[in-house]
């Protein structure tokens, strides 16, 4: 073979004349002909093999060239030819690689071959992927998700074919190939060809999804060989930057090439190219639109997945990303890092490096938490997360992290908090300290462990340890000063003999001694470095001694015999060393009893830290709890869900104050939104009906132990909510059912020993389950009534209203059931014990008494035939055990409410109160004799009326029936299908309580004047309770008919303006509430009395006002006026929980339209009164909140309009600082600010006024920024004029558009200013900033709205309590009483009191 086959750049270059030796082809075959080539070259290729495509080389070509005109049948015949070209090389070369006798020539041919083929197989695979790409964007599958057969059946073909090319092409290349090359030296075009090849496969859209994985395998081999094999690291590194810019969904499949190209292929150099060079991108590039980031991004978060080990030696090269403006990159970088200490640096056995590594990145993230975007912020979060999850997180980081968790609560972002939830609850439920959580049961163990550590330490102190040192070693180490001390005394100087003459009378004591103790006493002075008493102790030792062993060689007294003999001494021979040291001076301790002692120091100091991290655990848990459970009602349904299970995960670690919240989320069972409810319910169900226990028997137990906890001490409220989620657990068909049910009989019943506590929450859970089972409490009624209803019913009238509550819950009203009512006989066990009970109580002195007694009044409206006559005689008979009493008592006055002096005035009281109970029993019969005529009476007549009705139709022929749908169907046009029937049955139900129930006949009619005159003259009756029961049982009375209710609405009023009792004042606003939506026209005139009650000095009665007026407000009951801003001055209360209950009115009310849009004026004009006295801070903090609610453009422009035009009527400075601070609180549009230019002469006149010009000048601020060059310049402009008007005047402004105005006006005007007056004393209240001035005290030119003012004055009223019978009742006379055409103005209490 005599040429030599080159890759071309491009397919043209085959077909020119090339070089010396180089293939060119010869024949380019039509495209009719190439069907009849193609069968030769399978012919050649069958007998000749692979070596064929030398010979038919120019038939692929031609196929290649004519690509878009051939049939798709020779495009597939030469691809599968290719392709078996390919694999038979791979099949054939193996031996011919390894053989020494292959010749040049045949190595030449087999290199042609293999270049020849590999060529037309990868460009034959580019075009027909081309091809492929475009009829998958063309035949996408609509909305029927067909597609269209042109190119089905080839798409298919490929995808399957595409698998086979790319297997034949790794069967080659996984050979060592490169010897058929001169100098093992493979060119780049060849390798080039196929990267080419396996980049564009790549490219398609769906190479990441699941069916794509053989194809997507197929090209990571068969790049992993090219890398390792062929020298194209640097090439992959730069192709994979590349595309991950251009192609998105790449990240992933790029992230597991490097991840198999490192390990398997052992190639890791390849991930240092590919994030040096993402490294190297700059911030500004980043951010340019189309630069990658977010693939760049993903592939970093997942390689640091796959391979977190070989990220460690680069990551100082994506750590600069972290200073990036790149939010997404810094969110990877944070992620990497994340995994890096999750499965690398983590755990006890890292080195020193390791471990400042691991510091540095912890560092990194918590600044992070902290990060400018909130994306960052969450995602830092998730991944502290994984790193707590998978305990990775050093124990001396643990407070620090949690601290920033709990901080991030308060984040802006809602996946920030929702982050933080996730982390705070990962640290619960992974913490290293303790499996229960509570700082209080911490503080003592902690208190003792450091009382007891502060004792070691002094104990240790007093020893004095000292390191224990050898003697050899202190012999060497004072040997020297020794030495010389020695040559000084045995050649002592004139001062020297002084000295040692004194010291000669001390040591002459001594001298009794004997050798031992004198040889210790040398030893102890040369312990404390007394040398010279030493060395003259041992000199005179020797005269004294002299047949000592240890002074003997002292005979001969010289420097080397007295330094041998102070060794010896101190040193001691093997022999007595030890006697010697018995008789020494305290000694340092033996070192095994100090490390002993120093381990047990330790192990305490590690036990106090330890409690002393619980404890600050236990108190950053605690404050995050009582944050998250703010959020539990939060909008976001997904933050409310992680509240939920942050909640239940708090409880199960048993954290202190972890119930608070389980109970605050109780009530999102009735939430609208099914998320938060369906959380809530398995919440409940995880914690308290998933019992534990190895038999159902102690799993029912433990049930009823969990639900008993959450009932005890559980508000009537809580325990509603409760009974939804219990009844849902009784109505699943659980197997525990009947085991719990007997567990609470036998709780209920004292079979088992348990609390009056737990015995309540037994008989109420009973309750909950009848309401799905009512068999379980009609069965056994006998039981509850000779339980809870016998006789010691007055020993327990809690246990004995939680029974009937229970026994309520099988009433039809509860169930609201449908069809014959279930009612028992009026002689039945449980009327005669409730009956009993009522009546008795009536003259004690019992607490729950009336609680229970409303809910027996109740049950037996419910449950019994004929409940009025019940009731009569109930009260006849309390009644006459009332007067008994009194009898038994020595009462004489006929008169019950008489005040009595002496010794009687004990007894009074206690008929005050038998009396207020009475009154209070009446009160509560007459309200449920109403609701049982207009519900079950009702109920009942319409169910009769429905079967009449039914009945004669059934009688009726087909004829009449025809007639009366003929006529059903006409008054179903007009609308009045059952309307004349219900009409007459409302209307007889009407007639019956307005004659009827309060006819003299009638028991409930005597009681009316009683509490009328015990209403009436409060000061002669002043006791609370009597007071309280009778208002409540009048208003009680007063729901009875139209005319009883405006007999004694005056009174009613009176009584709301003027009790001295707050808990009077607020049971009145309740019961005028429910008059209001009973009788809406009888108090639609007395509507700015009730809005008076929300500047009550009492916390408790405004909340009561504010939560009455909400409700009417919200339900349409009360028109929405100017006296809501009554409602906004509560915006500012001293009370936290009054102004939650005031933002949620506003709250509630902007989502009525426009409502609070146009009561802004009206509101700001009543704040804004200079008779208020209300100061700027707090007007400013009112307006802030309910401008807040303006988001229309329409709106804001309207408003601009209506405040501009308020400064023409504004008399005084602060009015007008007002309206420009509220213009100023106006999210300014475009349009708003021309009506704001429109509007100059309104305002431009008080500019001069400080408080009007640094508003308006915000606004221009506000505008500027972000503006528009031609908006901009205008608001500029519009500052410019401003500020000359505020600084000169507007007079002094020369402007062509004010001259012209002065010349149409005939010259300007002097300017007046009415400064504000003062306050005067007595007028203003100190207490939340607001005065209660008479609406008729504004003159002519206020700015308030003018309100009709009396004309007549009011008489003075006195509340003493030595009234005479004969006086005036303490009501408000008839020319006080408001008409419904004339709406009431009322002055201030302390106006009438000056009056």
Known sequence: MSWDFFVPVCLGDLVKTGGINQYVVQD???????????????????????????????????????????DLGVKEDTLDLLVQVVSSLAVSLPELLVSASLSAAERKEKLNAVKMSVFLLCKLTENLESVSYRQNIITAPGKGGKKGKSGGEGLMQWDSERERVLQALVQLLQLDIRSLWNLSLVEEEFISCVTCCCYKLLENPTISHVKSKPTRDGIIHLLGLLIKKYNHLLGASVKVIQLLQHFEQLSSVFAQAVFVWSTEYGVRAIIGEVIRE????????????????????????????????????????????????????RVAVCEVLGEILVRVLCGDSLDESGKADRDRFFDILQEHLHDTHSHVRARVLQVYTRIVNSKAL????????????????????????????????????????????SSADLKKPLEKETTKLREMKMKLEGQAPVTVIKASELWAAMEPELLETVRTVLEPTSDAKEEQQDEDKEEEE????????????????????????????????????????????????????????????????????????????????????????????????????YLRDTETFALQVERAISVINTMLYWKTT?????????????????????????????????STDAAIKDAVVQAYRRLYLNPQG?????KAQTLVDNLSELMVDASLGTIQCLEEIVQEFFGSGCSLQSTVVQVLWERFTGKRETSVLHKRAAVLLLGMAARAEREVVLSNLDTLCSVALGEKVTENFLLARDTVITICSITDHVRQSKGTPFRLPQDHQLFTCLTQAIADGVTMEETYWQSFMEQAVRLIYFLAESPDQLCSRLLQRSARLLIEQVAEHGEVNRDVGQMQ?????????????????????????????????????????????????????????????????????MEEELGLIGASAEDTEAELIRKICETELLAEENLLSAFLPLLVRVCSAPGRYSHPQLMTAACLALSQYMMISPSVCEENIRLMFTVLERSTLPIVRANAIIALGDLTVRFPNILEPWTQNLYARLSDDVPSVRQTAVTVLTQLVLKDVLKVKGQVSEVAVLLIDPEPHIISLALNFFNELATKDNAIYNLLPDIISRLSDPERGMSSEDFNTIMKQLFSYITKERQTESLVEKLCQRFRTAKTERQWCDLAMSLSLLSMCERGFKRLQECWECYSDKLTEPGVYQPLLSITAKLRRGAKPQFKAQVEEFEKRLTAVHTRGLENVESPEMHEENQKGGGSTEKT???????????????????????????????????????????????????????????????????????????????????
């Open 28 to 70: 380019v075959v039509p495209p009719k002909q190439l069907p009849s080539h193609i069968s030769r070259f399978k012919s050649a290729l069958r007998s000749q093999g692979p070596l064929s495509i030398l010979e038919h080389f120019d038939t692929g070509y031609s196929v290649l060239q004519h690509f878009n005109t051939v």
């Open 278 to 329: 993402i490294g190297q991108k700059s911030s500004e590039e980043l951010a340019r639109e189309g630069s990658g980031v977010k693939a760049f991004a993903s592939f970093l978060s997942e390689l640091g997945a796959l391979v977190p080990e070989l990220m460690i030696p680069n990551i100082s090269v994506l750590i600069t990303h972290l200073e990036g403006e790149s939010h997404t990159m």
């Open 394 to 437: 050093p124990l001396c980081r643990y407070s620090e992290v949690m601290e920033l968790a709990v901080g991030r609560l308060m984040d802006k972002s809602v996946n920030a908090v929702k982050s933080a939830i996730q982390l705070l609850a990962a640290f619960i439920a992974h913490n290293p300290y303790s499996c229960k959580l």
């Open 510 to 609: 001594q001298a009794e001694e004997d050798d031992r103790a004198t040889a210790v006493k040398i030893a102890q002075y040369l312990r404390i470095n007394k040398y010279r008493n030493a060395v003259q102790l041992c000199v005179r030792a020797h005269s004294c001694f002299p047949e000592s062993g240890m002074f003997v060689s002292l005979s001969s007294l010289n420097t080397e015999n007295l330094m041998d003999t102070l060794a010896l001494i101190f040193k001691g021979s093997d022999e007595d060393s030890s006697e010697i040291s018995q008789n020494l001076p305290p000694t340092p301790q033996k070192e095994g009893d100090k490390d002993g002692l120093d381990g047990e120091l330790k192990k305490q100091e590690m036990l106090v830290q």
């Open 638 to 670: 997904s933050v409310v869900q992680e509240a939920v299970q942050f909640c239940v995960t708090v409880c199960e670690f048993s954290v202190a104050n972890s119930v608070s919240g389980v109970r605050k989320m109780l009530p999102l069972v009735w």
């Open 694 to 698: 190895e038999t159902v028997r102690l």
């Open 901 to 969: 002096d002496g010794s009687q005035e004990s007894n009074e009281q206690v008929n005050c109160m038998c009396l207020a109970q009475l009154l209070a029993l009446c009160g509560c019969v007459a309200f449920w004799q109403v609701s049982h005529l207009e519900r079950s009476v009702s109920a009942e007549l319409r169910r009769r009326r429905g079967e009449t009705e039914e009945r004669e139709e059934k009688e009726k022929g087909p004829a009449s029936k025809a007639k009366v749908a003929n006529e059903s169907a």
């Open 1313 to 1395: 200013v009415v400064r504000t007056p003062l306050p005067t004393r007595g007028r203003q209240k100190a207490k939340r900033g607001q005065t209660k001035p008479s609406v008729s005290s504004c003159g002519d030119d206020s700015f308030m709205t003018p309100q009709k003012s009396r004309k007549c004055k009011k008489p003075v009223i006195t509340f003493s309590s030595d009234e005479e019978e004969d006086e005036e009742d303490a009501v408000m006379a008839e020319s006080e009483t408001p008409k419904v055409t004339t709406p009431i103005a009322r002055t201030s209490r302390r106006a009438r009191l000056r009056n």
